[in-house]
């Protein structure tokens, strides 16, 4: 009977250890961003006698999404932008967008972001307009990787390179990785922050209350937006 009850205990510890090993397993898979290789791009490549070339901008995006295999709808191929802030640094600060939904009435919003290896979307705040409150926002990460940069987290990894055309605008440097499938959101309302793609680059939707171009606030003043 003794050696009954030893031989159950041991069985139910190598299943026990087996269970947490494939669990193990399965998060880990699931915390690893698909690898895949992108184009090194340079500025020079979007760029022509000083003018933003947009469209090369937008191609580069759309090859981006097809690496990470993320469906490229006729809605997406014909409405969605890309900018450089009018900065003239697109693949350190730039992003490409659409807007799903921005219903003032009702007050929310959806947006779609693209961002390059690297590329980031410039210091910014929400502020109260003549139209809405002060835009509130979190973020889902689909393919590639983000560090959100704000007022909580933690320190910025040294594997994050910040843009030397924004380090003088930069004024938050607490930071927060996600990766697919992550949420994060904004610690209040005004606050200042920014996002850096990783080097897969990133595809994020954004879930937000309405949003008015008008309460936009750049750290940079430079920016066009």
Known sequence: MKTSKLVLLAISAIVAVSFATVAADSTAKQNTAKQVKIPNYKNEDFYKDGKFLAEKARDAYFDLMERHGYLISQNLRSNMWATDFGLGDFVHAGMGGI?????????????????????????????????????????????????????????????????????????????????????????????????????????????????????LRFTNPGVKF
């Not at 040294?158 to 959101?185: F, M, R």
């Not at 904004?186 to 200042?192: F, P, S, T, V």
Request: with cysteine; aromatic share 10%.
């Open 99 to 215: 807007f799903w939904i921005n219903d003032e009435k009702q007050g929310y919003f959806g947006h779609e972001i693209f961002l390059l290896p690297n590329q980031m979307i410039v210091e910014h705040a929400h502020m109260a307009t003549a139209k809405g409150k002060a835009k509130m926002e979190s973020w889902l990460v689909h393919n590639g990787n983000v560090f959100t940069i704000g007022e909580e987290g933690g320190p910025i990894p040294a594997s994050v390179v910040l843009p030397k055309s924004q380090e003088a605008y930069i004024t938050v440097h607490k930071c927060a990785e996600l990766i697919p499938g992550a949420v994060g959101t904004l610690n209040r309302i005004g606050a200042k922050h920014f996002m850096i793609a990783g080097p897969q680059g990133a595809i994020v939707t954004e879930f937000g209350t309405f949003h008015d171009g008008d309460g």
